[in-house]
């Protein structure tokens, strides 16, 4: 096996090998989220103030659709397998394309907009998978780091500049918005005809592999599963819901820049601190990340603009610890290959995000009602602290007989703990 490249050398040298068709899917991995983001961030503001639905009809639409896009994923992996890469993309592509064109249909007709919200989720949740798994075909060990890291970065970069980019025109603007977005896509998608095929058959696992005859929940680590959801529910309470609360005390440009202070945090910190997180025991990350998340969420109660931009870096921070450690823990704990493991933890992300659209959409529906909307966080906040000890009795209960993990007396993973497996966020 090659050895891995170390430092900044290393990944221009890793990086240099992409040839025509891996550098067109980099530039889509910025260009889809790019289109999604001058959107999507927005939408419970376009529900609410141009749609005129109820805040708990938008929490149930947000949940819904939340948890198509991140459940979604295990599909979109079976998909793939059945019928290659290169066709699923153009699918999920044709599908998300379609659902823009409703959206920018229900400016005249609003019930479509329901649809179209999820017709866009349902294309999110197939492409991904293909989209990693195309990137890293026939890549050794040695490189697939730097070729993940590559693709991450340009997801958030697409995700940062997309609402900074929308801000000023959600509101006043939002037909010429939707058709941006749909215009970008239909490019995207016809990009995506002229990748190469490939020749052998897409599949992560054959018929005789490690995971046949097996469904796709067998094996799962339940406390990574658990604590993937729980820190799922409570950051897309930031996610679902700070668009009406920034945009209400500061503006539709400002909140842009919140979000792109957030996912720049993403891409600069995350790769930088992976490896203190990896040598991190367990109990000590989910303490961290949900003290972060629980002190960006009541910082945000504040309400002014310095309190947006800190209660959005600190929920960062903590988002980085927990989303990242959580999926080291499952790849270590389950025997699963890579592919179902990161299935399986979508999936638990969709319940936790369905859940905060459902109960979020009703209690910051109270707290608007009552005047107080500060509280809604401050409730969230309070969330973190008292729901994370009970992740750690079902630590201490699901402690039975297992088949040994490589971890040490504190919990901490051991350097070999994913196999040459590179996890992604």
């Not at 939340?66 to 397998?81: D, P, T, W, Y």
């Not at 995506?192 to 799962?220: I, Q, Y």
């Not at 961290?288 to 009541?298: K, Q, R, T």
């Amino acid at each position: 096996m090659a050895d891995r490249p170390a430092g900044p050398a290393g990944l221009r040298a890793a990086l240099g090998t992409l040839d025509g068709p891996l550098r067109f899917l980099l530039l889509s991995s910025f260009l889809i989220p790019l289109g999604s983001f001058m959107v999507l961030p927005f939408m419970s503001v376009f529900l609410h103030e141009r749609l005129g639905m109820g805040l708990g009809t938008v929490g149930v639409v947000l949940a819904a659709a939340s948890l198509v896009q991140f459940s979604g994923g295990i599909a979109g992996g079976a998909l793939a397998e059945r019928i290659g890469l290169r066709r699923t993309m153009l699918w999920a592509l044709t599908v998300r394309t379609a659902g823009f064109v409703g959206l920018l249909l229900a400016l005249r007709w609003p019930p479509l907009a329901v649809g179209a919200l999820v017709l866009t989720c349902c294309g999110a949740a197939l492409y991904l998978p293909a989209n990693k798994a195309y990137l890293v075909r026939g890549v050794d060990d040695a490189r697939r780091p730097a070729f993940l890291s590559a693709g991450n970065a340009a997801l958030n970069a697409g995700m940062a500049v997309g609402p900074l980019i929308a801000g000023p025109f959600v509101l006043s603007s939002p037909g010429y918005l939707f058709l941006a977005a749909t215009a970008l896509f239909v490019l995207v998608t016809a990009g995506h005809a002229g990748l190469p095929a490939g020749a052998a058959p897409e599949r992560a696992e054959g018929p005789e592999g490690p995971g046949a005859g097996r469904g796709l929940l067998a094996g799962t680590a339940v406390l990574p599963f658990a604590a993937n959801a729980l820190a799922f529910y409570l950051y897309f309470h930031f996610q679902h819901f700070l668009a009406m609360y920034a945009v209400e005390r500061a503006s539709g440009t400002f909140y842009s820049l919140v979000l792109l202070l957030c996912f720049t945090l993403v891409v600069v910190v995350q790769p930088l601190a992976s490896d203190a997180i990896r040598r991190m025991p367990y109990p000590v990350a989910l303490a961290a990340g949900f003290a972060g998340l629980a002190a960006g969420l009541a910082v945000l109660a504040l309400g002014t603009r310095p309190a947006l931009l800190a209660g959005g870096a600190l929920i960062t921070l903590g988002d980085i610890v927990l989303f990242l450690k959580n999926d080291l823990e499952a790849l270590a704990r389950s025997p699963r290959s890579d592919a179902v493991v990161f299935g399986q933890q979508r999936l638990g992300a969709g319940i936790g995000a369905c859940a905060s659209g459902v109960l979020g959409g009703q209690l910051y529906g109270l707290s608007e009602r009552g005047g107080h909307t500060g509280l809604f966080w401050l409730l969230a906040a309070a969330q973190c602290l008292l729901l994370p000890p009970l992740l750690l009795a079902l630590r201490s209960r699901a402690a039975g007989p297992h088949h040994p993990q490589p971890h040490d007396d504190e919990g901490a993973l051991r350097p070999h703990d994913t196999n040459g497996r590179v996890p992604g966020r």
